[in-house]
């Protein structure tokens, strides 16, 4: 079992940065693939970035990419999403889960969910 807690959200200004990380309970960490996800008011919850059981492979969607950096620590059981030059539509609650499969792009294959964490974006 895995819990997690995100933090790090807040409001910002257009183009402006945030860093927001997920702090990881369990000692097996390192075996689950980590993703980050987004869920603006009246829409579905959509796919952000995901990152591998080691880091090496990563995915973005596509609104996304050059813009934010998904990354872990399987030191400190965090995984982390930098988000630059954002925009008033990345506003959303943005949530961290974990998988058991090395890394997935699907919501469905995520097993844990955090709570949450609130990105506000102004214009």
């Known amino acids: 079992q895995v819990q997690l807690v995100e933090s790090g959200g807040g409001l910002v200004q257009a183009g402006g940065s945030l860093r927001l990380s997920c702090a990881a309970s369990g000692r097996t960490f390192s075996s689950y693939g980590m993703g980050w996800f987004r869920q603006a008011p009246g829409k579905e919850r959509e796919f952000v970035a995901c990152?591998?059981?080691?880091?090496?492979?990563?995915y973005y969607v596509d609104s996304v990419k050059g813009r934010f950096t998904i990354s872990r620590d399987n030191a400190k059981n965090t995984v982390y999403l930098q988000m630059n030059s954002l925009k008033p539509e990345d506003t959303a609650v943005y949530y961290c889960?974990?998988?058991?499969?090395?890394?997935?792009?699907?919501?469905?294959?995520?097993?844990?969910w955090g709570q949450g964490t609130q990105v506000t974006v102004s214009s």
């Open positions: 889960a974990a998988s058991s499969r090395v890394v997935s792009r699907s919501k469905s294959e995520y097993a844990y």
């Open positions: 990152i591998s059981w080691s880091g090496g492979r990563t």
